[in-house]
């Protein structure tokens, strides 16, 4: 009897306990559910495109944890992710699906949100740079820390990942620093560097000697370091092979220019080096054939190529020809194409709308 009763006592004990350590949060594990199909999964659960789905598809089948899954997309969505931005995630990390939420995705976005970063900026960030989630926390932070010292703000920082969303995956203090600290040494300042990093970000991961061959080639075109045009020519050379810049060179000799021509406007406009070939030539025969300009124009006048020849010149030089030929204007052609579209339709527009107006809309030259 006393067996019994003793025997009684442990089993009502034990399931005191089991109920006790079931209901304490500390305890509790979630019943996984049943696997369901990746396709069922994105579409009919988290309303994802057909074609993200397919995507997805190609690297998993099954979704096996799916309340795990929907906990990794509920820690996006309240960071204040996109849906488009989730689903970029999705589509380039499927993996990030079977993450553990608190230990893999958590710190992740912790990292960010310790550096000062509005959701808007990590949303950007991890949106347009998904594989961030396979770096280390620790890695991740000094990388993005080491970035945010130099180019120093938040919105710098998600401006280069941006451009070059792998820039965070060299290593940065091979790469970048020794390159910014050569450039510092050339006497270039700071402010001229972080502008670079931020508008190029794939030139600092060029080898060092890269960059010293560069420096090199700009300052033998008779280029001032200290000028701001400096790194934009440094920029501009980084972004051509020597194929292409012969073959530049060779689109500028095709307009009648010299290699001294080629070299001043370089000098005062490397960014024209940039433009397609076709757009230099579009823009160099209507010049020449509707406004009777020699290829001594362009020389002087380089910024001319940047404009959209059908949004800017051909309407503008359409009104400057009428107007010039009823002698009704004088100056020069260049400074009309750099006018904002207001102040040219106060000018030149307007006061003569019978005689130009159909050369000219409100919509032209934006």
Same mark, same amino acid.
Not at 166 to 174: C, M, Q
Not at 194 to 219: A, E, N
Not at 313 to 336: A, C, D, E, M, T
């Given at each position: ?16 306990n089991?109920l006790?350590?079931? @209901? ?6 979630p ?6 199909? !990746?396709s ?7 309303g ?18 799916? #309340? ?7 820690i ?12 970029? *995630?999705?589509?380039f990390?499927p ?9 893999? *995705?958590k ?9 000062g ?18 770096l280390r926390?620790?890695? @991740? ?5 080491l970035?945010k010292d130099? +180019? ?11 451009r ?12 970048m620093i ?5 450039m510092?040494?050339?006497? *270039? %300042?700071?402010?001229?560097?972080g502008k670079?990093l %931020? ?8 080898k060092l &000697?890269?960059?010293?061959?560069? +420096?090199?080639?700009?300052d ?9 045009m400096? !790194?934009?020519?440094?920029?501009v050379?980084?972004?051509l092979? #020597?194929?292409?810049?012969e073959?530049k060179?060779q +689109?500028?000799?095709?307009l ?7 070299l001043?406007?370089?000098?005062r ?11 230099i ?7 020449g ?20 020849? #059908?949004?800017r *010149?051909?309407?503008r030089?359409n ?11 004088n100056g ?7 006018m904002?579209?207001e ?20 919509? &032209?030259?934006?």
């Amino acid at each position: 009897m006393i067996f019994h009763r003793l025997k009684r006592v442990i089993s009502l004990s034990i399931s005191s306990n089991s109920l006790h350590r079931s @209901q304490n949060p500390i305890f509790w594990r979630p019943i996984s559910s049943k696997p369901i199909t !990746v396709s069922d999964f994105l579409i009919n659960r988290h309303g994802f495109s057909p074609e993200t789905a397919s995507t997805v598809s190609k690297t998993l089948t099954l979704i096996r944890n799916p #309340e795990k899954s929907d906990s990794v997309l509920s820690i996006f969505k309240k960071c204040g992710f996109s849906n488009t931005h989730i689903e970029n *995630i999705v589509k380039f990390v499927p993996q990030i699906l079977s993450a553990h939420p608190d230990k893999t *995705i958590k710190p992740k976005i912790k990292t960010f949100q310790d550096l000062g970063f509005a959701a808007t900026d990590i949303g950007e960030i991890v949106g347009n740079c998904p594989w961030i989630l396979k770096l280390r926390a620790d890695n @991740q932070l000094g990388s993005i820390g080491l970035l945010k010292d130099f +180019v120093g703000s938040n919105s710098g920082v998600a401006k280069v990942i941006k451009r070059s969303s792998w820039f965070l995956s060299n290593n940065l203090h091979k790469s970048m620093i020794p390159n910014i600290d050569y450039m510092k040494s050339c006497g *270039i %300042c700071s402010t001229q560097i972080g502008k670079l990093l %931020c508008s190029v970000p794939r030139l600092f991961t060029f080898k060092l &000697d890269r960059i010293k061959c560069l +420096v090199k080639r700009v300052d033998e075109m008779g280029y001032d370091r200290k000028s701001k045009m400096f !790194v934009h020519a440094i920029r501009v050379l980084g972004s051509l092979t #020597e194929e292409k810049w012969e073959f530049k060179k060779q +689109v500028f000799r095709g307009l009648g220019w010299t290699e001294d021509d080629i070299l001043f406007v370089f000098r005062r406009n490397p960014g024209v080096f940039n433009l397609s070939d076709r757009k230099i030539r579009e823009i160099a025969k209507y010049l020449g054939d509707a406004g009777g300009y020699d290829s001594s124009f362009l020389v002087l006048h380089p910024e001319m190529l940047n404009y959209s020849l #059908e949004g800017r *010149i051909k309407p503008r030089l359409n009104v400057w020809l009428v107007l010039q030929s009823n002698q009704l204007v004088n100056g020069s052609f260049p400074n009309v194409c750099k006018m904002r579209n207001e102040d040219f339709l106060k000018k030149y527009v307007v006061p003569f709308v019978n005689m130009v107006g159909k050369h000219y809309s409100a919509d &032209d030259g934006k």
